[in-house]
């Protein structure tokens, strides 16, 4: 049955502001040194007309991998792209981060117990992308078998490096997290035979030693996708059986990893993804969602369930504080294989606008320019439809947040202050119904933006009020125009999302 919304022009209840850079990126080490990284689909199964087959599982997730060389952090067009974004914070880290070896000494040696090597001059670069598009920096350590071992506490041998150059070349290190997902202990790279009692430990010794000679740092943590915190009969799974987060198995809990740390957290951070891609589907089926499947309420409800779910531990361990996604995207392992389509827009935005109603915070768009699932496509940095929505979501929607009520199918309905400074709403309605419009009356003439895939929800392109959006000549940004639509009734259809601005 379509749907029928009225949108108010005054009244709403303010709810919180936003973190003015709530839509930020990761740039994974492994973009930075270069080194392997999840497989990029062919063009026929980004199309869907073609079966991701399952990798040989003997191999481990090298069988998923592939090498990409370091993307190119001076590219002209990657910067420009990147700053028209706003201000973000830029979070390098991941996996791999937890076993690099900063070689600034430039031996070309990457000692045992570390797998990747990063050059100075690729952490200068590095830091003048950071610097270029007004960024803030956020990263992580290393932490394996070539600084210690698990009986030994962790040094700061390696981390005092990165930390001087940064500051040397004017562009500080701003927040830290110790490392990512370490709920997966030996997984993400820690010695062998690490416990949590051991990355208790360290992390403390890590803050503290951040905490003495950085003072301004923001602390972060744990940067977990722990599954306890998800443990609840009202989240609904899917027809597949997926319900995300919620099935991962780690080794550890957050309270483990946090219970008796006596360094404290300056903003709780955890992982989101909408389970896995088609590229370990064949591992772990039950946290799979199939494309039919991705306008589906429980696929889109999953950020802000997680959200929800994560808050008790955050006002548990940063009462009053914010709480960060440090990674974020539609599926683990690279993405879906519609991630770089139209698809994966009603999730994107429908994303942002959820958690906005939870918590104040960041969302680190994993990736930006890497894999399936990042704004910009690998080597070339073309723009993805989830760019073009996130640029046109910070262009309409303010840092106030509104109560709109619930949301449901055909019917997700979000308001934001106006970006523009104006009295008025900017509101978000995502119909994500595949058959059913759905009917928005407005009480006064406002400004559309209906975002689509021009009938192919695959599209690598996105449609706004019909027109395609991608670069101009020379790599000209397309100002992304709303068309006036006078107050009263209008019809969105199936599986659109819509600004109005009134």
């Not at 400074?421 to 059913?436: D, H, P, R």
Request: hydrophobic share 35%; aromatic share 10%; net charge negative.
């Amino acid at each position: 049955m379509s749907k029928f919304v009225t949108l108010k022009s005054e009244g709403l209840q303010a709810l919180r502001t936003i973190n003015p850079a709530l839509i930020s990126y990761n740039v994974e080490m492994t973009e930075v040194t270069g080194g392997t990284f999840w497989k990029a689909y062919t063009p026929e199964q980004i199309a869907g007309t073609e079966e991701v087959p399952a990798p040989d599982f003997s191999k481990g997730l090298g069988a998923m991998h592939q090498w990409y060389d370091p993307i190119d952090t001076t590219n002209p067009r990657l910067i420009k792209l990147a700053k028209a974004l706003g201000p973000v914070w830029v979070r390098v880290s991941g996996t791999w981060a937890t076993k690099t070896y900063y070689d600034f000494e430039d031996t070309g040696v990457v000692p045992e117990g570390y797998q990747n090597r990063l050059t100075k001059q690729q952490w200068i670069n590095l830091l003048g992308f950071v610097k270029a598009v007004g960024g803030k920096l956020l990263v992580s350590v290393a932490n394996c078998e070539g600084l210690h071992s698990a009986s030994e506490p962790w040094n700061p041998s390696q981390a005092e490096q990165l930390f001087k150059l940064s500051t040397e070349h004017g562009v500080p290190i701003s927040a830290v997290e110790f490392t990512n997902e370490p709920n997966m202990m030996e997984g993400t790279g820690f010695p062998k035979g690490y416990t949590p009692a051991d990355f208790r430990r360290d992390q403390d010794l890590f803050h503290k030693w951040v905490r003495e000679n950085y003072p301004d740092i923001v602390v972060v943590g744990p940067s977990t996708c722990d599954p306890e915190a998800m443990k609840d009969d009202s989240i609904e799974k899917s027809a597949s059986g997926g319900a995300g987060i919620a099935d991962v198995l780690p080794s550890c809990t957050t309270g483990d990893l946090l219970d008796g740390c006596t360094e404290k957290l300056d903003v709780f951070s955890y992982h989101y993804y909408n389970g896995v891609s088609e590229r370990m589907a064949a591992m772990m089926p039950a946290m799979f969602t199939p494309a039919t499947e991705a306008t589906s309420e429980p696929y889109l409800g999953m950020a802000g369930r997680c959200a929800r779910a994560f808050v008790p531990y955050r006002d548990k361990y940063v009462p009053g504080g914010e709480m960060w996604v440090t990674e974020s995207g539609d599926a683990g392992a690279g993405g879906h294989t519609w991630a770089s389509t139209y698809l994966e827009v009603p999730r994107e935005l429908n994303e942002f606008a959820d958690f906005s109603t939870v918590t104040k915070g960041v969302i680190f768009h994993n990736t930006l320019a890497s894999s399936d699932y990042g704004y910009l496509k690998h080597g070339t940095f073309e723009p993805r439809p989830s760019y073009f929505a996130a640029l046109l979501w910070n262009q309409l929607m303010g840092e106030t947040v509104y109560d709109c009520g619930s949301v449901s199918e055909g019917a997700h309905v979000f308001a934001h202050s106006r970006k523009d400074g104006k009295e008025g709403y900017a509101y978000l309605v995502i119909n994500n119904s595949t058959t059913e419009t759905t009917t928005v009356e407005l009480p006064k003439d406002a400004v559309r933006y209906t975002l689509d895939g021009n009938g192919n929800l695959r599209s690598p392109i996105l449609y706004v009020n019909g027109n395609p959006i991608t670069l101009g000549e020379n790599d000209e940004i397309p100002t992304i125009e709303g068309v006036t639509q006078a107050a009263g009734k209008v019809e969105l259809p199936p599986y659109t999302c819509t600004f109005f601005v009134l």
